[in-house]
């Protein structure tokens, strides 16, 4: 079997403005599990980026640990990427993004990396209103750790070891809603209908636009009691030497009307309520989306779509009066502007 992509490109394929296909949005092979939902998150920033006819050597993508955040690797190939340190994304995030303003910059991070250990990251970039795309690929679980409970996990939710979650989980999108977020929304990865356009007009906002994706994990959603799990199989086995098997899942997905409830079964058996938009839900309105957000969640319904945009907010660059031109761009004139100058700055701070 071959993991190299073949070179042919069929002479129609279609092209967008700039003269790409979707082909040359595309990027490594995935190392995920077959049907895990990051790969089709993958599969619609690719598609977004290119129905967006977006420049790929204009963008930046930033992670930073988990499952999720190897994430960048297998799209926008042509663009430039820095996977970073465990919860401290944003922190790369915001120095690439004051060096680089004109950059367009696509921040992948899990439930793991943002709600838990980068927690306190993700509440600081959200208030300043950083120019970015911020996804969080949100299963509930440490993937790369086999398993345990995130931060997202709901109460009364079985980990790995069958265990129930005791604890309040955090709702992201309720967190970025509170820290000023111009753009909230929230959908679930087998929804392409609805998570490309939302990646789209993500792209498009100016400010910090967050996108919080619900993502089947295929491997570690299993029960663990069951004589069909892992921990009943490896206890239960005879071999010739320690191995460990990852079953090929089919990829779960969903399409429905919107104004509907769809009844979603995971891997494990267990099921989750995913509503598509409200009525009553006024996405200009801060206080409006919170409401929805707790009023779904009190059904055991997970409110998806766009949940809220403020489009005239200054960013984080017009808060902060910083130079229009990329730091890249200035000369020696411009970073040292004289002795007459500093005397200026000095006697307004006395």
Known sequence: MSYIRPNF???ELATNELGYSRRDYEGSLSTLCAGCGHDSISA??????????????????ISGIGCSSKTPTYFLNKSHGFNSVHGRMPSVATGANLANRDMIYIGVSGDGDSASIGFGQFAHVTRRNLNMLYIVENNGCYGLTKGQDSATADVGSASKKGVPNPYEPIDLCTTALQM???????SFSGDKAQLVPLIKAAIAHRGFAFI?????????????????????IRDH????GKMDFVPVRQEITADYTPGFTQEITLHDGSVIHLYKQDAKLLATDRDSALRAVQEHKARGEVLTGLLYIEPDDPDFHEIQATVK??????????????????????????
């Not at 920033?45 to 420049?55: L, S, W, Y």
């Open 212 to 232: 919080d994706v619900i993502s089947p994990c295929v491997t570690f959603n299993n029960t663990a009691k069951s004589t069909k799990g892992y921990e009943f």
């Open 237 to 240: 086995m005879a071999a010739t």
């Open 180 to 186: 000023g977020a111009t753009f909230v929304a929230r």
């Open 325 to 350: 031109k990329p730091l890249r761009d200035l000369d020696a004139s411009d970073l040292c502007p004289g002795q007459r100058a500093l005397e200026a700055i000095n006697s307004n701070l006395r």
């Open 9 to 11: 490109r069929h002479p």
């Open 44 to 61: 619609a920033i690719i598609q977004a980026c290119f129905e967006n006819a977006v420049p790929p050597h204009k963008v930046a993508k």
